[in-house]
């Protein structure tokens, strides 16, 4: 079982969590087309490489949280608050 | 003393014995008294007692005793007591213990399966897989006779239950194997500063040291002090590491570690390790040799006679020959003399060799390659060693073998945290062993972040004959019964991958998983290829794991929840029958459902819903996250009103309904289904985290903070205004769908809502936890004049049926669209955004889902079981039964069901097939409503 680092807890077993998969932005459901909804719910990218993903703190804060793993290692390199949290600090820090 | 034989075999005491002789234990074997010693395993015991013969052996029922006197003996596995499959030679004798042999037909000392080896050309290689495939209607008859066949033992269908725990442990260090390399790697990691826990699967530390001479247990002396000395290091012996997984979480499983848990002593258990560092020195597994009657009883391992000498002091046998290739078997041999046996050595390093082993319930002679024969009754092979590297192939290795010292070697493709010490490193002295460990130990201590790392001196490897096998066949797998004359035939099959013939011979799947036979394997396809370098043929891979556990160690205790409801004694008291849903305990009835639906619909009634998931939203922006949540409207939730809604997932399945009100300005309690309470909540919590950060709500779950009970019926509201202070009841005051806080049976801070799950005027009443007893107390108190009894799950799912309304997960699955389940009526399109919006616009412009519709068979007295299919023509099905009961309301049955959109409009037959092949005709009603549609009953 690989260790998770959780920004706010530290590294925890991933039994914790719950994995939530791929980040993705979510479309604007004002101007999706059904290929671009459907990209969205059902395409992942799979790739053996370094992929942004969503992890859920389900055991410990309940945060939401992104992290950098890498697929065939399982090495991690960073974990950081979500996308749209990073946005909304850049935009109240400006 | 039970018999002359244990005089005779039990030796005077030796330098390094573990028995104690002032401790003598009688037990019983195959039904007959014998005595040991504390500190015995049941082998040595009987060995010493003069018994050679343990089993029976997996195909050809052949005799078969010690071979290497470890835990992995593949001939020692016995019955004692309740317990099968018991490792005899490795676990300790105990006073009493009922042993016996192991699926023996009719006896161990004669067992009429032996005839087998007489036909063995029969059971040979793939025997199984060939003979019984055809025809398929007899293989019940093929399993009948194979099941006396089989290997193991029995368990008593009324043996007790074994006691398991789990243990999480954090260290920086995790030594596997306590030889001296593992000892001094512990000690030197323990001096930088780390953690350390140091594992043995041997009752003792000291590894080979232990039954060494003088020399070696000096300095095994020296070793027991300097570990008992660091206070940071934790000893684990009877223990081994049975897995490496991903960032050193390491599997361990203790076998009986002397815990006892409310009088119950555990068994087994299993140790979660997260080791900063994971230290190898699992050392070397003796190999047996492969020739003709290689597992008769009396041909050991070098090892497993001087365990039995020098370790507890049992003759093995009174005349030897030694076969060595190495000074270990040298040294055993000089063991055996000091005892006094008489010793032919047949030397492999001067070109010796034995070519068969003769004998029947023992050996009698060994015929040599110079043709002499040589009388006997103990064959000692020393011809070299298996590198105990799992581990290492766990840690992402693939050891390669090196034809120089005859075994495999790790290479460099171990991570940086997992390192190995002591003879898996090299051959060397015990100084040089010692010195290994001392270095690894500390660069382990080192990358776990403790002291530095020290340059690791490297360890030799020492020339060693590559012995496999002699010029006859034998034995590869004694576990699975697979000799090399097996896997010889299995390559003139044309099975050329040694995974292959893994799989078809079975040769290294047997208990003892490889740890004997996997390198004779390898050598012996490497011979039948005419190939020379075994690197060639490769090896299987090991995988977790390294030893057997039990699935009671793997299950451990249970850490399941069950929740009860602040109410539970008082439903235990009234006869309620448990209903399991999810976490929770429920009452499903009180004896009669029907008669508690009568009684809600006539006078009142109280049910039990606590488990409704509750969630309380706080915030400003609460109107924002409900119409991101439901598919329906809002914004214009008024103080005080409390609205149905309904949740889609983004793919537009329904995921969840309730109820949600608003009981202030920023203050809102939304419930869930029981089941959907948790994942509503992390839907909740993932939009607020991850797409709107910037809204102001907060969300705490309540569902065990409130005790939540539903009192329904004509009478509900004269019996509330009795128990409820400071609110006007009155329709007009406090119409349905809405919700007013209040003081119940004295009890502040409660909350109520009109609702109509049954169909009937009803109040919800969510009551402080701590105080639901007592609220549902004085309810009853208050209505005896009433008529109010209590109702379980079972009579408000029939009258929730009766009414049409669906359930989540019952009456839709994870293919129902909004629009399927009925839903159009509260699915906002207009709405700017919610959860799953674009599937629910799609889905709204086509026509081909199938319909939720009300049914009701035309014969009132069937009830269609749940899940029949409905069906058109012979073979094909436009739909399903949902939800069936018969109502005792309506006095017919009444169902739920999903049909194809042509059968959907009302007044349509559709045919539904039952489970026993009969077809009943239903008929589409109009809505889902079969009592009351209108709800007039409710809105009083
Ligand atoms: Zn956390």
């Known amino acids: 079982m690989i260790q998770v680092p959780c920004p706010w807890c530290g590294p925890r077993n991933s039994m914790e969590f719950r994995a939530v998969g791929e980040s993705k932005s979510r479309p604007d459901v004002a101007t999706t087309t059904p290929e671009q909804w459907r990209q969205y719910l059902y395409t992942k990218s799979n790739l053996a490489d370094w992929v942004t993903e969503t992890w859920y703190h389900r055991a410990g804060c309940r945060r939401y949280f992104a992290v950098e793993r890498h697929t065939v290692t399982n090495d991690i390199r960073e974990s950081r608050l979500p996308a749209a949290q990073l946005r909304q600090k850049e935009g109240s820090g400006s | ?940």
């Open chain 2, 1 to 940: 003393m039970s018999s002359a034989a244990a005089t005779g075999r039990r030796l005077d005491p030796q330098a390094g014995e573990v028995i104690d002789r002032g401790s003598p234990l009688s037990f019983r074997w195959d039904g007959k008294a014998h005595t040991g010693f504390e500190g015995d395993t049941i082998v040595s015991a009987l060995m010493a007692s003069g018994v050679d013969v343990f089993s029976r052996s997996f195909k050809y029922k052949r005799p078969r005793g010690v071979l290497s006197a470890t835990f992995h003996d593949p001939g020692c596995t016995v019955q004692v007591g309740d317990e099968p499959n018991v490792r005899a030679a490795h676990r300790r004798l105990a006073a009493g213990m009922d042993v016996s042999p192991e699926n023996v037909w009719p006896s161990l000392k004669f067992d009429v399966r032996a005839a087998n080896q007489l036909v063995g050309r029969f059971l040979s290689a793939g025997f199984y897989y060939k003979t019984f495939m055809k025809p398929q209607r007899l293989w019940p008859a093929y399993q009948k006779i194979l099941g006396r066949f089989a290997a193991g033992g029995v368990t008593a269908a009324d043996a007790e239950h074994g006691y398991y725990d789990k243990r999480y442990i954090h260290v920086d260090v995790c030594v596997a194997g306590g030889g001296p390399a593992g000892m001094a790697a512990a000690v030197a990691a323990a001096r930088s500063g780390a953690s350390v826990l140091l594992v043995d699967e041997e009752y003792h530390l000291g590894g080979h040291l232990r039954y060494g001479g003088e020399a070696e247990l000096a300095a095994l002396a020296e070793l027991r002090a300097e570990v008992a000395a660091q206070k940071s290091i934790e000893v684990m012996t009877n223990a081994a590491v049975t897995g490496r997984y991903d960032m050193n979480w390491i599997a361990v499983v203790q076998r009986q570690p002397g815990i006892s848990v409310r009088g119950r002593s555990i068994h087994e258990r299993l140790c979660k390790v997260r080791a900063g560092a994971l230290v190898v020195a699992a050392g070397l597994i003796e190999r047996p040799y492969v020739f003709e009657g290689n597992d008769l009883p009396g041909v050991m391992l070098s090892t497993a006679v001087r365990r039995l000498v020098n370790l507890h002091a049992a003759r093995p046998g009174d005349k030897a020959v030694v076969f060595t290739a190495n000074a270990d078997g040298d040294a055993c041999a000089q063991d055996l003399r000091r005892i006094g046996v008489g010793v032919t050595v047949v030397d492999a390093r001067t070109g010796g060799n034995i070519v068969s082993a003769k004998g029947g319930k023992r050996l009698k002679s060994v015929d040599l390659a110079d043709g002499r024969s040589v009388d006997c009754d103990l064959l000692v092979t020393a011809v070299g060693w298996t590198a105990a590297t799992p581990l290492l192939n766990m840690a992402g290795d693939r050891p390669v073998y090196d034809p120089t010292p005859a075994r495999f070697f790790p290479t460099d493709r171990l991570p940086a945290t997992v390192v190995v010490a002591g003879a898996l490193a090299g051959d060397g002295s015990t100084a040089e062993l010692i010195a290994h460990g001392t270095a690894v130990g500390a660069t382990a201590a080192a990358r776990a972040g403790h002291g530095s790392e020290v340059p690791v001196p490297a360890l030799a490897r020492v020339a060693h004959p590559e012995l496999y096998r002699s010029t006859t066949h034998g034995f590869v797998d004694y576990s699975e019964d697979v000799s090399s004359k097996d896997m010889f035939a299995a390559k003139k099959e044309g099975y050329d991958s040694i995974e292959l013939v893994k799989r078809y011979t079975t040769v290294t799947m047997g208990p003892s998983q490889g740890k004997l036979e996997s390198v004779n394997a390898v050598a012996i396809m490497a011979e039948a290829h005419g190939v020379t370098d075994l690197n060639e043929i490769g090896t299987t891979v090991w995988r977790p794991p390294y030893v057997p556990i039990t699935l009671g160690a793997l299950g451990g205790r249970g850490f399941e929840n069950t929740r009860f409801s602040p109410m539970q004694s008082w439903h235990e008291q009234h006869n309620a029958k448990p209903l399991v849903a999810g976490d929770w305990i429920r009452p499903e009835h009180y004896g009669d459902a029907a008669a508690e639906v009568a009684k809600v619909r006539d006078k009142v009634g109280i049910i039990d819903v606590t488990p409704l998931g509750k969630l309380d939203l706080r915030g400003p922006d609460v109107p924002k996250l409900l119409n991101l949540l439901y598919v329906n409207k809002w914004s214009k939730l008024a103080i005080g009103a409390v609205r149905y809604g309904v949740m889609c997932a983004e793919d537009g399945v329904v995921m969840d309904d309730g109820v949600t009100g608003r009981l202030a300005e920023d203050r809102y309690i939304m419930t869930t289904t029981s089941s959907g309470a948790a994942t509503v909540w992390e839907w909740a919590e993932s939009w607020l985290q991850t797409e709107h950060p910037d809204w102001q709500v907060h969300v705490t779950p309540v569902t065990t903070g409130y005790a939540s009970m539903n009192v329904a019926g004509p009478k509900s509201r004269e019996l509330i205004g009795r128990v409820v202070e400071g609110v006007d009841l009155s329709n007009d005051a406090f119409p349905y769908m809405h919700v007013r806080t209040a003081t119940v049976a004295g009890v502040a801070d409660c909350f109520m809502w009109r609702i109509g799950f049954t169909g009937e005027l009803s109040y919800e009443i969510h009551v402080p936890a701590a105080y639901g007893l007592h609220v549902w107390e004085a309810l009853f108190d208050a209505g005896s004049d009433l008529g109010v009894g209590a109702f379980g799950v079972e009579a408000q799912r029939i009258m929730r049926l009766e009414k049409g309304h669906f359930i989540v997960g019952q009456d839709t699955d994870g293919l129902t669209l909004g629009f399927g389940a009925d839903l159009g009526w509260c699915i906002k399109l207009d709405k700017d955004d919610f959860a799953g919006k674009p599937e629910l616009v799609l889905q709204s412009q086509r026509e081909n889902y199938q319909r939720l519709v009300g049914l009701q068979p035309v014969d009132p007295t069937i009830v269609p079981a749940e899940a029949s299919q409905i069906v058109e023509g012979a073979k094909k099905i436009v739909g399903r039964v949902t939800s069936s009961r018969m109502s005792p309301t309506l006095r017919r049955s009444i169902c739920l069901g999903f049909v194809e959109p042509h059968l959907a409009t009302p007044g349509t037959v559709v045919t539904c097939q039952l489970p026993d092949g009969r077809r009943v005709q239903l008929k589409v009603i109009e809505g889902l409503a079969h009592f009351d549609p209108a709800g007039a009953r409710m809105k009083v």
